[in-house]
């Protein structure tokens, strides 16, 4: 029988807030603990969300120790170099015209490792620039373009509920948000107010989704045509919450009509 591989949810230190799997090293800690997780020959900061996990999927990382106060105050002093980077990165991007701008950088703890997190209109080939930095700042070196909601995340704001961002604070991945989720829910409601700081739909959107599919399985789709009592309407409102449905008659009235009324014979 196979060996129990005990694991845990964790989220690194940094920019990006990046949230995923590692797997323990021998001792196992406490959510809410600071960890050094080991990835690759790198080493990272990281809080402790959700342990222990029994045999975590394709964990990524590591977890090697408990955080002393000296890996604390590393972490500190890599911080306020790489922010430090990320600014000569951005001024020499400016010199070149390259439309990159740089919003976010990492530094490991043994300092061998640079990450920095940019935006642009499109796709940037920085490959010399790249060799340049790396030449420059004598690191290994990654550049690593971000889209709207990733660029979100790195800036950490408020949304539009009054709260830090989701997706900073306990998202595991960021998915798509589909725009027939706001259909679903009957959300009419102009595209400012379902979308995010990033610009894209709400991730809020879909945490209710499944459910408010359950209570629309057994009502018409808006738009059908049904008959009831000899009457033939189509259908104009839904209400999940109450489970009916407001039929418009080719009178011009209105009826709420709830799911048993439903005919089997409706119209599609």
């Known amino acids: 029988m196979a060996a129990e591989k005990l694991g845990a949810l964790v989220r690194r230190l940094g920019p990006l807030c990046d949230i995923h799997l590692a797997v323990w090293d021998g001792a196992v800690g406490d959510p809410g603990q600071l960890w050094v997780e080991e990835e690759g020959h790198t080493t990272w900061l990281v809080q402790v969300l959700k342990s222990p996990l029994y045999n975590p999927t394709a964990p990524r990382t590591r977890l090697a120790r408990l955080a002393s106060p000296e890996d604390r105050a590393t972490f500190e002093a890599r911080s306020a170099e790489a922010e430090e980077l990320r600014r000569l990165a951005q001024e020499r991007a400016s010199d070149l015209s390259l439309p990159m701008r740089f919003l976010g950088a990492e530094l490991d703890l043994e300092r061998t490792f640079l990450r920095l997190y940019?935006?642009?209109?499109?796709?940037?080939?920085?490959?010399?620039?790249?060799?340049?930095?790396?030449?420059?700042?004598?690191?290994?070196?990654?550049?690593?373009?971000?889209?709207?909601?990733?660029?979100?995340?790195?800036?950490?704001?408020?949304?539009?509920?009054?709260?830090?961002?989701?997706?900073?604070?306990?998202?595991?991945?960021?998915?798509?948000?589909?725009?027939?989720?706001?259909?679903?829910?009957?959300?009419?409601?102009?595209?400012?107010?379902?979308?995010?700081?990033?610009?894209?739909?709400?991730?809020?959107?879909?945490?209710?989704?499944?459910?408010?599919?359950?209570?629309?399985?057994?009502?018409p789709k808006m738009g059908a045509r049904i008959e009831v009592d000899g009457r033939t309407g189509k259908v104009v409102g839904l209400n999940a919450f109450q489970g009916t449905f407001t039929v418009q008659w080719s009178d011009g009235t209105r009826t709420e009509l709830n799911g048993e009324q439903l005919p089997n014979d409706r119209h599609p």
């Open 118 to 219: 940019f935006t642009a209109p499109e796709r940037v080939d920085f490959r010399e620039f790249l060799r340049e930095l790396g030449a420059a700042f004598r690191l290994r070196l990654e550049l690593h373009q971000i889209g709207p909601r990733d660029a979100a995340r790195i800036l950490g704001e408020v949304g539009p509920c009054g709260r830090p961002l989701c997706c900073r604070t306990f998202l595991h991945k960021l998915r798509p948000v589909p725009l027939e989720l706001a259909f679903e829910q009957q959300l009419f409601l102009s595209p400012e107010r379902l979308t995010g700081v990033c610009g894209r739909l709400m991730c809020c959107l879909a945490y209710e989704h499944e459910q408010y599919r359950e209570a629309l399985d057994g009502l």
